[in-house]
């Protein structure tokens, strides 16, 4: 069990470029988290999947994020025309239903926009 | 007001301390509650799970949580400084549709040796 893994683990970009994360869950995992955090506060609930199936998203989701996780294993988080306000620690989690649902987080990807 | 509120920090204090962290919420449909610790610049790694009124223990941790009053503590006692991070509460409506987490602020705690 090797654990959430993240990649990568640190980003930075320039303001309006695109982003992709990557978010590899723990193996059988079937549910897959993606939260934000930024400095000084809690994460905050992004979006989450059922296997493949995004089953909700969170209002902070503006159209300029894409969440995908095509065949029920890992997950990509896409930022689209990246702005200032996007500098953040995004962090993956993933749980197994079934088991109290207890979520296990990766060690986050922090995306420094310039 | 924010469904879930965090005792500010930070918090100092001295090696072999007893420590009290407390969130409160307002969220009545909250049934899990969780504690996690945070490194700087890591990933939140969970400390404690509960979902029934009462207290857990785990070590030189216990977990205190009172459905009726909605407040959820963690106790450290005999704190080490391997103690010192961020420590936040989190809770979910449900463990199916509702089960993304809530976070509070999170509290900074240093312990001194």
């Known amino acids: 069990d090797t654990g959430v893994s993240q990649d990568p683990r640190h980003k930075i970009t320039k303001r309006g470029q695109n982003v992709t994360f990557r978010c590899d869950p723990i193996?059988?995992?079937?549910?897959l988290y993606w939260y934000r955090q930024t400095l000084g506060q809690g994460p905050e609930f992004l979006t989450y999947?059922?296997?493949?199936?995004?089953?909700?998203k969170s209002r902070l989701l503006s159209d300029r994020f894409s969440a995908e996780r095509p065949k029920g294993s890992f997950s990509t988080l896409e930022i689209q025309r990246t702005e200032q306000g996007d500098s953040a620690m995004y962090l993956c989690?993933?749980?197994?239903?079934?088991?109290?649902?207890?979520?296990?987080f990766g060690a986050g990807t922090r995306l420094s926009v310039l | 007001q924010k469904e879930v509120e965090q005792d500010p920090g930070p918090l100092s204090v001295p090696e072999g301390a007893i420590v009290s962290l407390n969130c409160t919420y307002s969220?009545?449909?909250?049934?899990?509650f969780m504690w996690y610790r945070q490194y700087s610049r890591k990933g939140p790694e969970l400390l404690m799970y509960?979902?029934?009124?009462g207290n857990k223990e785990d070590g030189r941790f216990t977990s205190q949580l009172n459905k009726a009053s909605q407040y959820v503590s963690l106790l450290i006692r005999d704190s080490q400084p391997s103690d010192s991070a961020t420590y936040l509460c989190?809770?979910?409506?449900?463990?199916?549709?509702?089960?993304?987490?809530?976070f509070g602020k999170g509290i900074t705690l240093s312990v001194r040796p």
């Open positions: 989690a993933s749980s197994l239903t079934g088991v109290g649902n207890i979520q296990y």
């Open positions: 193996s059988e995992h079937n549910r």
């Open positions: 999947f059922q296997n493949e199936a995004q089953l909700e």
């Open positions: 969220n009545s449909a909250f049934q899990y």
């Open positions: 509960t979902y029934s009124s």
């Open positions: 989190a809770m979910s409506a449900g463990t199916g549709a509702n089960s993304k987490l809530t």
